[in-house]
């Protein structure tokens, strides 16, 4: 398995050079990939619909407990093959709807990261490697939307992807740290097991937000759904393999893979169907107030991830499967329709609902899919479509709330789905931009293999028991025996959840028939939007940059001598708040223990540093300033630390020598600070020297037992050959932190030349 998760970022390499030297081959080649996993990946349904499950594990960083596992149960092989198998074939929609794109191999690159990624959300077993896995979705979404970042909007729209679910996924972390460090175990395989647990642990509210927060912004749930119909200014391969069919649905299979973790409780069960149902009608309203057709089919997107996790929330078994059957036949049709809808763009050169109608006769073989996935997205027979909504039917019978939320959303997506399938095919041809003509093989063979796909197993839905089967035994965490039909009878349930299909079906031609009407009431409601989530977003993104202009002009002024007086200021006023309310400072017990020669020496220390205040030449402020580092020196020899001492000799030596040699050229110190700014300086450093004397008094009385001063008293002959500790510390044991800062320094050295060289013109200074 570490091989189907590495080789999408292996083949993303070369992606650009193969593209580069067979244009028109390049997606079908690179297409090979993603096929022959799907192959793989199929060839495990038998044995994970007898519930095997397969496992890889190969160390990565062993002692924080972090491996390279992978757990290939039923639910991760659901999602591996949607996120494969739809892979390939937007791979070769690619080559063909961006024929003529220089970037085309860069859009390649990002898809093939993007699927690895993905591959590695779905099958990891170690939560660590799920979670580095789930940000690179992130990444490589933020690419993707913003490929056409020459505009404004893609732009935008990629930002606000990354930051939302970038902050989702910030807050995921802790949760799944707190998850593993109350389990005992980075791996979820095993954290399964112990749902009752983490159901009766007091961290488990915290856990749950965490992981909610996570799971909601990737899966667009309400208040967070509005970034991923922005997020269609990608171009339709990209909304197809993110927004229909897999990343969008990485929220879900989180919630889906931790049910039997954090699952079963009246905090689950409330947080996930009450924000599901929510977004379910909320997304499935919007996107009858869309004339856009890839606006239309997001803002479905967002009504499907909400009857999921609603389906999820509500926990049972019937339930859990039906979730199951609606992803499956979800990105069948949808990914679909995404591919249809870009089909009709290239086609005819707009995607205005206002601008299309007949289409049919120009576009033939796209009309025959459009038509299947529509019939499917509207639940009706034979489609698998049908299938799923009788399921989810069958499963919300004890809710009647959720019920009545499920038939108006469902109804809602029967008009979105009539205007998409229908309204755009039949009637009478309309002029647009380009004459229309039917899209080229490559558009058409993605887009009619779900579809048929979808009436496929709409027909012999028993076909799919197997590996619904098995995501649902994997979700619920016990076996699952499924048996999906297209004609379950009237008797009890089964005629319950036909007659509610009835229902649906009649109130969706009730507003397909009003849908301008429709329109014009969201026209009414529009003000109310204004003030919906995407604004709360923008008035916060707003504040964000308004603070950050105020913090960089305050603390980050170009002016040198601030950033010091800001850092002093910070480190005494935190470091004495420690200090005062944390440790005792004793007070030395008897000063005149002090011996002639080392008050003398302090003496003279005082006098230079009075000198370095006050005198105007930089000559004598270099003499001060050599005068106290020797005086330091000489401290620590008469406190018994001579490696110490000759090293300080060293660089007081080197110091002067350097800086006589720089200031030599320049003119006498003519200004100084004004009176009040010498006062606060003086102030500032007096606190800075103040809090270094209480710590020295503090931790000189009781030093702390130190490791690394016995390892280096020990190893400074045997490893480096040197008596002097302090030199083996600096030149042997941590050489590269000296080579870094001899370089800042030659570095620095470098500019004071050059600008002791500058020669400017006229009166510039």
Known sequence: MVFAFLSGFVLSAV??????????????????????????????????????????????????????????????????????????????????????????????????????????????????????????????????????????????????????????????????????????????????????????HALYVPILLCVLAGAFTKSAQVPFHFWLPSAMEAPTPISTYLHSATMVKAGVFLLMRLTPVLGGTEAWTAALTTFGATTMVVGAWLGTQQTDLKRILAFTTVMALGAMTMLVGVGS??????????????????GSLFMVVGAIDHGTGTREITALSGLRRAMPVTAWAAGLAALSTAGLVPLFGFVAKETAYTSLLGAPALVVAAVVANACVFLSAGVVGYQTFFGEPRETPHHPHEAPPAMWIGPMLL???????????????????????????????????LWHGLEGDAGAALALSATTIAAGLLAYAARWRLLALGAVLRHAYAFGPERWYEWTLAGLMASARWQTKVLQNGYLRFYILTAVLVTVVFGGYVIATAVAVPVPADLADARFHEVLLLLIMLAATWKLLHTESRFVAIVALGVIGYGVALLFLFFGAPDLAMTQFAIETLGVVLFVLVLYRMPELARRSPAVARARDAAVALGLGGLVTVILLATTPDPSPSRLSTFFAEESVPSAFGRNIVNVILVDFRGLDTLGEITVLAIAALGVYALLKLRLHGGES
Do not use: C
């Not at 079908?28 to 060839?43: D, G, M, V």
């Not at 979730?323 to 990105?331: D, G, Q, T, Y």
């Open 15 to 200: 992606a650009p050079s193969i593209h580069h030297r067979a244009p028109r081959a390049a997606g079908w080649l690179l297409a090979l990939l993603p096929l022959s996993l799907t192959i793989w990946f199929l060839s495990h349904v038998p044995g994970a619909a007898h519930g095997e499950v397969a496992r890889s594990v190969h160390d990565w960083v062993p002692s924080l407990g972090i491996t390279l596992s992978f757990h290939l149960d039923g639910l991760s092989l659901l999602f591996a093959l949607i996120v494969a198998g739809i892979g390939a074939l937007v791979l070769i929609y690619s080559g063909a709807y961006m024929a003529g794109d220089r970037h085309t191999g860069r859009l390649y690159a990002f898809l093939l990261i993007f699927m690895a990624a993905m591959i590695g959300v779905v099958t990891a077993d170690n939560v660590i490697l799920l979670y580095i896995s789930w940000e690179l979705t992130s990444i490589s979404s933020y690419l993707l939307i913003g490929y056409k970042h020459e505009y404004e909007k893609s732009r935008k729209a990629a930002l606000q992807a990354l930051l939302v679910t970038g902050a989702g996924g910030l807050a995921l972390l802790p949760g799944l740290i707190m998850l593993a460090t109350v389990g005992g175990s980075y791996e979820l395989s095993e954290l399964s097991a112990q749902g009752d647990l983490f159901r009766s």
């Open 317 to 334: 078994p019937v339930a859990l499967e039906a979730a199951m059957v609606f992803l499956l036949a979800h990105a069948l049709y949808k």
């Open 451 to 485: 579809a048929s796909l979808g009436l496929l197993l709409g027909v012999a839905p028993a076909l799919a028991d197997g590996l619904i089967g098995a995501a649902a035994s994997a979700s619920l965490g016990a076996p699952r025996d499924t048996h999906l039909a």
